[in-house]
């Protein structure tokens, strides 16, 4: 190459457009340099749950995320925090906090509990958090503040609207449905439903709700196996030998009211359709009748040790505990709901004594009022023809051997510490299978008639289950981490009621309740996960009592809410049983 021919490549204007050129590459890869680190930050971050907290209240559990400039979720991004704004009570600000609290994001979401943070409680600041990133601070937006008295909106909407409607299920529905609302800020519809579905979801995808469910399903098959097999009207033939006078009518009535112990609609149905056509030949009313059978069905599913209600009367005894703040968790959670469930037994009053008053009335004869003319105009009346039933008459062995399964099964389970639920489940499996065996052994019924006996006898049991799940609902919408409605009831009236007015508080409460709205099940759920916290709080705060769980106050409490239950269930004019 000439030297001429290099001049004019290394031209003055040829080396300006060359450096332009470089320099402008360099500052192209600058700023692409520096939006790859903007990427790589997050733009902002936000807490995920809870969406809203009461006033003053406790954070069971805080979830973060941090958000790209689009607000979504940044899964590669981890990195270290210093977060300011979580106090150990309601009262601290931010800036009183001893000292920031490190924390570590992994695939963009952090997940703080008391536990892991070392705090008694989670709070967050009235002003938010303030997370500081590297050099950077970051502020966090608080969830929404909840009023006090939208926190007991969803018990109040479910009796309001139980007692307008005459419908439990739509109003428990309802009511489960104001809580997501409310819970949702009432400012995402879609979001509440959201919620409402994911409630509905958990509660019967809970291992011991499903227990619970799984349990009154083999129950149910097992009555209608042990009724179909003709095990239950055998048994009561027997018996019905030696009822040949009126009052030897009633106290058989009475006893095999007490037998059919574990569910209330089975009894009512059993005892109902077997005794009538005795209880016509001797010459019974049918509203004596009526009244043996109702008074012994529920005081006696209530305080049987396997039941229908057991399962969930010791489901709704945890919640409480739970609730009431105490550090209870996996077995040990069940083992003491089950423990306050049999102490409590002998503190419910009110179905122990219904079961003797209805003994008394049946073995003395005595009669009052309407009653008395109803069993004067049956005395007088003739018997028809068609009152007697025709049902199916096996062994009365298939009925009491399933029985007797159900109770070793309990008792073997009950030695060997088996978990509460657990042993409900294999209590009922077992009596099931005996039921399932016995009728096909003894060639009574072929197998369709099994099959048919056994899905006969689950239906009847779906609205219980139903009715399970809508009441689990609502009180998973009062928890303390979602309204925490049992700790606005303690703030309002936890130094204002002495403990020793609780048991007979709440069995009034309960009774009104169940009146109002005829389900013992749902007064149970309403009330059982307040007033266990309700009655821990106010013994905790008396110096002069040391809170057990033992303690005689607090097992009337419980054996009040359970008791004043089925006061309703027999009282009310649209309960279930009572029609």
């Not at 009796?159 to 409310?182: C, P």
């Not at 030695?415 to 039921?435: E, G, I, K, Q, T």
Request: aromatic share 8%; proline share 5%; with cysteine.
């Amino acid at each position: 190459m000439s030297r001429s021919q290099v001049l004019r490549l290394c031209s003055p204007a040829r080396i300006r457009f060359l450096v332009a050129m470089m320099v402008a590459v360099l500052f192209a890869a600058r700023v692409h340099a520096a939006a790859d680190r903007t990427d790589a930050f997050p733009a902002s971050f936000q807490i995920i749950e809870p969406v809203s907290i009461p006033q003053g209240a406790a954070v069971p559990q805080l979830r973060l995320h941090a958000l790209d400039r689009a607000g979504q979720k940044m899964t590669s991004w981890s990195g270290n925090v210093s977060i300011q704004g979580l106090n150990a009570n309601s009262s601290a600000d931010a800036t009183e906090s001893p000292e920031p609290l490190n924390a570590e994001f992994d695939g963009g979401e952090l997940v703080l509990t008391p536990s892991s943070t070392g705090l008694d409680n989670l709070h967050i600041s009235k002003d938010g958090l303030q997370l500081t990133v590297g050099e950077q601070l970051v502020r966090v937006e608080p969830p929404q503040q909840l009023s006090h008295w939208w926190r007991i909106l969803p018990p109040l909407l479910a009796i309001v609207l139980a007692v307008w409607l005459r419908e439990v299920n739509i109003a428990l529905l309802l009511a489960t449905f104001s809580g997501a609302l409310i819970y949702s800020g009432f400012h995402d519809l879609f979001g509440a439903i959201n919620i409402l579905c994911d409630v509905l979801v958990r509660q019967i995808a809970d291992s011991d709700h499903a227990s619970i469910i799984l349990f009154t399903v083999l129950l149910g098959a097992t009555i209608g196996l042990m009724n179909d097999s003709g095990g239950t009207q055998a048994v009561v033939n027997r018996i019905a030998k030696f009822a040949g006078t009126r009052r030897r009518g009633q106290i058989l009535t009475w006893l095999m009211g007490m037998v059919v112990f574990f569910d209330d609609y089975a009894n009512t149905m059993l005892i109902g359709g077997a005794m009538r056509p005795l209880s016509d030949r001797l010459r019974i009313s049918r509203e004596k009748l009526a009244f043996l059978i109702d008074s012994t069905a529920a005081p006696i599913a209530g305080v049987a040790l396997v039941s229908t209600w057991v399962g969930f009367e010791i489901d709704q005894i945890k919640t409480g505990l739970l609730n009431a703040g105490m550090e209870l968790s996996g077995q040990a959670a069940d083992q003491a709901a089950q423990n306050v469930f049999l102490w409590s037994i002998p503190f419910r009053a009110y179905p122990l004594l219904m079961i003797a008053f209805v003994g008394a009335i049946a073995t003395s004869g005595r009669d009052f009022g309407s009653m008395l003319r109803a069993e004067c105009r049956a005395a007088g009346s003739t018997v028809n023809d068609d009152t007697e039933a025709v049902c199916v008459t096996g062994s009365p062995w298939f009925a009491i051997l399933p029985v007797l399964t159900l109770i070793a099964t309990v008792v073997t389970c009950y030695l060997n510490d088996v978990d509460a639920y657990r042993m409900l489940l294999l209590a009922a499996l077992s009596a099931a299978l005996v039921a399932f065996v016995l009728p096909v052994i003894g060639r009574t019924m072929a197998f369709e008639q099994v099959g048919t006996s056994l899905t006969r006898g689950v239906i009847s049991m779906v609205p219980a289950i139903i009715v399970l799940v809508l009441a689990w609902a609502v009180s998973d919408v009062c928890r303390p981490d979602k309204l925490d409605t049992a700790g606005f009831v303690i703030s309002m009236v936890g130094d204002a009621v002495s403990p020793i007015l609780l048991p007979a508080t709440a069995f009034l409460v309960a009774s009104v309740i169940s009146i109002s709205i005829g389900s013992s099940f749902t007064t149970m759920a309403l009330l059982t996960p307040v007033f266990i916290p309700l009655c821990w709080s106010a013994l905790s705060g008396n110096n002069s009592v040391d809170p057990t769980l033992a303690h005689p106050i607090f097992l009337g409490t419980v054996g009040a809410i359970l008791g004043g239950s089925i006061f309703g269930d027999h009282c009310s004019p649209i309960s279930d049983t009572t029609i």
